[in-house]
């Protein structure tokens, strides 16, 4: 595995992944470790456009249009992706898998069409290693209820997100070995250890 991976972070609304990337740059950021950092939709100053059009709570679009704008999303970072590939470590907020567990899990979006404009997209770019942080039904409620403001994909019920997260872990059992499933409803400090300890083995 390259020694400057791409490692994405994800999870349902409230599972702790934006908690833990964060921890991740700082230590990085303390070891004077080069990486980027982005998040999706958004990362980019278009991307980020694209982001506040989906998420915004007055936007109404259709599934296919959804599907279609966090593609947009995707396609205006690759650029960026590209040129660090191999060059740094790649932190992400969300990334293919995303995708697939929002759009086909939870939305019943066909599955083909999606790995095809992903593949379109990423062309020889591959993601190397993914953290899938995983929440119960009262932890993740009474996190959402905490934010100040809530987006349009906030506010979903409870079998949608079962539904995104069943999907999110079947990803995982296909991909054991690049992947590590965090349960965010044990121990935070013990979780960040965790990771950090597998990000050293990924970086060394
Ligand atoms: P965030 O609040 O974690 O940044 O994520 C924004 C929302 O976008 C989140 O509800 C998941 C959703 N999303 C998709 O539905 N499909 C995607 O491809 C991506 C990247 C995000």
Not at 17 to 36: A, C, D, Q, Y
Not at 152 to 176: C, H, I, P, S
Not at 188 to 198: A, F, S, T
């Amino acid at each position: 595995m390259s020694k400057k991976p791409i490692i994405v972070f994800e999870g349902i609304e409230g599972s702790g992944k934006s908690h833990h990337i964060n921890k991740v740059s700082n230590f990085l950021k303390k070891n004077k470790i080069k990486f980027i950092k982005i998040r999706e939709p958004g990362g980019s100053l278009n991307s980020e456009k694209i982001r506040r059009l989906i998420l915004n709570k007055k936007s109404n679009f259709n599934t296919h249009t959804d599907l279609l704008l966090y593609l947009a999303a995707r396609s205006e970072n690759m650029s960026l992706i590209k040129k660090t590939y191999k060059k740094k470590i790649i932190l992400i907020d969300r990334f293919t898998d995303s995708t697939i567990a929002y759009q086909h899990f939870g939305m019943g979006v066909d599955l083909k069409i999606i790995n095809t404009i992903n593949r379109f997209l990423l062309k020889n770019i591959k993601v190397n290693f993914t953290f899938l942080n995983i929440v119960n039904k009262k932890n993740l409620f009474q996190r959402l209820k905490k934010r100040k403001s809530l987006n349009r994909y906030d506010q979903f019920d409870m079998n949608f997100y079962n539904k995104v997260q069943n999907g999110f872990l079947k990803l995982a059992k296909l991909n054991k070995k690049s992947y590590k499933v965090i349960n965010s409803n044990l121990d935070i400090k013990k979780n960040e250890d965790l990771i950090v300890k597998q990000l050293k083995k990924l970086i060394k």
